[in-house]
């Protein structure tokens, strides 16, 4: 579909994910109703009746068995809007944070900007609004623009318009809130662009309370898919072109936005054997049982040891849990008791982890040092082959 096709025959859906919102869910969607387009709830196994209380309402829905995530969920309502012959999708949460009457700035955007995917930025200067929400928002924008080189002034909002066709056809590994960091990725890769519009945002206790986003696990699925993300768009190999958009170009990954991201990333150190020690740092770093503390403290010691913040701080998601911290507490384990801990469980690795730190802190001293070699040599690598790419050509990369 061209951008012109896109314009004559425009027809939006609000779709409204739902889990266990039974206090927000009925009002969010009696006033989603009123702005005159068609409404999709999609009840996400919900298991608390809030979706019952929907009864009789003119509305469609759709009920997934069980919970599977709010990507999921977006996901269906782009198969349920594309079977049903609808172009866009505009999904708002059902906690209350968003005001469906703004449904009515991404409908105006949305004929402007046809291919686009549209995404609300929220006013966070309200007093109400919790300092966690600035920082994460700062934080996905600069990651986002790493992967792709695209900039969102609110990457993080879920207040979103998405094209059917982008959700047809660009595929995406994540299904909870991740997702939402990984399509927008994905979809500039494919050649999609992204928008924004103004939105407003209302945080109380009781959308802090409908809100199911959870700190640590979700946090640290987003930082695993940003090292993912950001590890593939350093590979010099172009992305798939799946959407054409005449009106604003395609964004197909080209070796110059290979070289703007490697210097976004390499912005503070030029050696090699520096960029090696930095990435060596994170992960050695990440691997030590440093609770709740891992990017204070990577960020304090490259500052103080003058190395790339950015790099380390980034290659140190890559120990992010599971998989190191259990691995660090096998071998803590083992070296403690002499054999392996073969009960592997939430009980033995999650509920009982203070009873494990020893083994963490342990395991740590040795694992960490030798994935640290082994991060540095990669990094070193790759540093000195792009080095001598760059001087080849004569120069340096520009921005």
């Not at 992204?194 to 696990?217: G, P």
């Not at 083992?334 to 509920?351: D, I, K, P």
Request: glycine share 8%.
């Amino acid at each position: 579909m061209t951008g012109e096709e896109a314009r004559e025959d425009i027809r939006p859906l609000i779709a409204i994910p739902t889990f266990n919102n039974r206090d927000t869910v009925p009002q969010v969607v009696k006033e989603a109703w009123k702005t005159g387009l068609p409404v999709l709830v999609v009840n996400d196994g919900s298991t608390d009746g809030g979706p019952d209380l929907l009864a009789g309402l003119p509305i469609d829905r759709i009920d997934l068995t069980v919970n599977q995530g709010k990507g999921a969920a977006i996901s269906a309502a782009g198969r349920w809007a594309d079977e049903h012959g609808f172009t866009h999708i505009i999904a708002l949460d059902a906690d209350g944070q968003h005001d469906p009457g703004d449904v009515s700035r991404f409908v105006e955007r949305i004929h402007t900007n046809p291919l686009a995917i549209i995404v609300g930025r929220r006013d966070l200067s309200g007093p109400d609004v919790p300092r966690s929400s600035r920082f994460g928002r700062a934080f996905s924008n600069f990651w986002l623009r790493v992967a792709c080189g695209a900039s969102n002034p609110d990457s993080q909002s879920g207040f979103r318009a998405y094209p059917v066709e982008i959700l047809r056809k660009v595929k995406c590994s994540t299904r909870r809130y991740d997702f939402e960091v990984e399509i927008l990725v994905r979809s500039v890769w494919a050649g999609a662009s992204l928008d924004t519009v103004d939105i407003s945002v209302h945080y109380d206790d009781r959308t802090n309370q409908e809100s199911h986003f959870r700190m640590f696990w979700d946090n640290a699925r987003i930082s695993l898919l940003n090292t993912r993300l950001v590890g593939r768009n350093l590979v010099p190999w172009p992305h798939r072109l799946l959407i054409a958009d005449p009106v604003n170009g395609a964004n197909r990954l080209s070796l110059r936005d290979w070289r703007r991201s490697l210097m976004i990333l390499f912005s503070e150190g030029s050696s090699p054997r520096a960029l090696a020690a930095a990435a060596a740092l994170g992960i050695f770093l990440g691997t030590l049982p440093l609770i709740a503390c891992h990017s204070v403290v990577i960020v304090f010691c490259a500052m103080r040891l003058r190395l790339n913040r950015l790099l380390a701080l980034n290659v140190s998601h890559l120990c992010a849990p599971p998989f190191v911290p259990a691995l660090a507490i096998e071998v803590g384990f083992f070296v403690r008791n002499g054999r392996w801990l073969t009960e592997f469980s939430m009980q033995t690795l999650g509920r009982e982890l203070h009873h494990r730190l020893l083994d963490y802190l342990l395991g740590s001293l040795i694992v960490g040092p030798i994935l640290a070699l082994v991060a540095g040599a990669v990094v070193f690598v790759h540093a000195w082959l792009y080095q001598r790419f760059i001087a080849r050509r004569g120069g340096a990369p520009h921005g």
